[in-house]
């Protein structure tokens, strides 16, 4: 069945750097849809990629679906205390299906 | 408030009791979902219902039963549980579209169950 992988499990960040989280597919997606995740709270949908290479920017965060929709990353930029959460990616293959990704845990040092 | 409500918000149940978990929601969705969350395990379909029925069954344990009396109501019905079904059991909707694709889910706040 369809698995989708995320990395690094854990990203601890230095409050102002830069990190990027990295998420493949061991099939072709029709699209990928990226959700975060408070500590104590739930999933809350960020976005969702559907063209090949495609690239959405949300402030300072910067998501891009990879040419052979296989794999997608999440860019965030001068991290803030506010980034803290886990983020998933979610992939749909063509049987409809929407698998998650494991999360990445991201914590920052102020 | 995310749209969709989820209570109780926290349980506690024997591995004797019946419970059930309850989910609605307001956003005129067409689909409804049922997630359970363990720590350090990715989020695990169990149910899904679209237009009222159900279409998938992720070969969840039978002690574990949905219903979805309408669009906007899905619960998950409880009985015989053991420990290790101890998570937070998260709602979701969404709006399917064409050829089954469909746009953000929308999740409940969840239920934190502790089975003793």
């Known amino acids: 069945g369809q698995q989708v992988m995320q990395i690094p499990q854990y990203q601890h960040v230095q409050e102002g750097e830069d990190f990027t989280t990295y998420c493949n597919s061991s099939?072709?997606?029709?699209?990928i849809q990226w959700y975060k995740q408070r500590p104590g709270g739930h999933p809350v949908f960020l976005i969702q990629?559907?063209?090949?290479?495609e690239v959405k920017k949300q402030k300072r965060l910067t998501f891009q679906f990879g040419e052979a929709k296989k794999n997608s990353s999440l860019h965030i930029t001068a991290t803030q205390t506010t980034d803290v959460g886990t983020y998933f990616c979610?992939?749909?293959?063509?049987?409809?299906?929407?698998?998650f990704g494991a999360g990445t845990t991201v914590t920052v040092r102020a | 408030e995310t749209g969709v409500t989820q209570t109780p918000r926290h349980l506690v149940m024997g591995m004797t009791n019946k419970k059930s978990l309850k989910c609605e929601q307001h956003?005129?969705?067409?689909?409804m979902y049922w997630y359970k969350q363990s720590a350090k395990k990715p989020l695990e379909l169990m149910f899904v219902?679209?237009?009222?029925?159900?279409?998938e069954n992720n070969s969840v344990p039978s002690r574990f039963s949905p219903e979805c009396p309408n669009s906007s109501h899905l619960f998950l019905h409880l009985h015989t549980l053991q420990p290790e079904d101890s998570a937070l059991y998260l709602c979701?909707?969404?709006?399917?579209?064409?050829?089954?694709?469909?746009?953000?889910?929308?999740f409940g706040s969840g239920t934190r169950l502790t089975v003793v």
């Open positions: 979701a909707s969404s709006q399917d579209g064409l050829m089954g694709l469909s746009y953000g889910y929308t």
């Open positions: 099939t072709t997606l029709s699209n």
């Open positions: 990629l559907v063209k090949s290479g």
């Open positions: 979610a992939g749909r293959s063509n049987d409809y299906k929407l698998s």
């Open positions: 956003l005129g969705h067409n689909a």
């Open positions: 219902y679209s237009l009222e029925e159900r279409v």
